[in-house]
């Protein structure tokens, strides 16, 4: 099994302001699909205290790229359709990346 350091880091943000949205229930979803779909020996899950986009909602990072406006109702339909599929690109780029799926809901947005 690899270790932390040569696994994708997927950064969720811990920080007040998402606390208060709900990030704890995020959390927990994120552990049991990360466990459903067999990814813990690719992905580990960070926490991160903030991500500095507060206005933007829960936000998950991966490489150079922001998952905005993460919330328990829509971390699934997100996690699969969206960041699973950029972490699986392991060669891409952040440009390089499929299109977010749902712009109204999240949105990508770089620091």
């Keep these: 099994?690899?270790?932390?350091?040569?696994?994708?880091?997927?950064y969720l943000c811990m920080g007040s302001a998402c606390h208060r949205l709900g990030v704890y229930e995020i959390l927990e979803k994120l552990q049991a699909l990360?466990?459903?779909?067999?990814?813990?020996?690719?992905?580990?899950?960070?926490?991160?205290?903030?991500?500095?986009?507060?206005?933007?909602?829960?936000?998950i990072k991966v490489r150079d790229r922001h998952f905005l406006n993460i919330r328990p109702s829509n971390v699934?339909?997100?996690?699969?359709?969206?960041i699973?599929?950029?972490l699986l690109h392991s060669d891409a780029s952040p440009e390089?990346?499929?299109?977010?799926?749902?712009?109204?809901?999240?949105t990508e947005a770089t620091p």
Excluded at 36 to 59: P, Q, T, W, Y
């Design 76 to 82: 699934e339909a997100m996690f699969r359709e969206e």
């Design 1 to 10: 099994m690899p270790n932390d350091e040569e696994k994708e880091s997927l």
């Design 96 to 106: 390089d990346a499929p299109p977010c799926a749902c712009a109204t809901e999240a």
């Design 84 to 86: 699973v599929p950029f």
């Design 34 to 59: 990360m466990a459903a779909m067999n990814l813990e020996d690719r992905v580990v899950l960070k926490g991160h205290f903030c991500l500095d986009n507060c206005s933007e909602g829960v936000i």
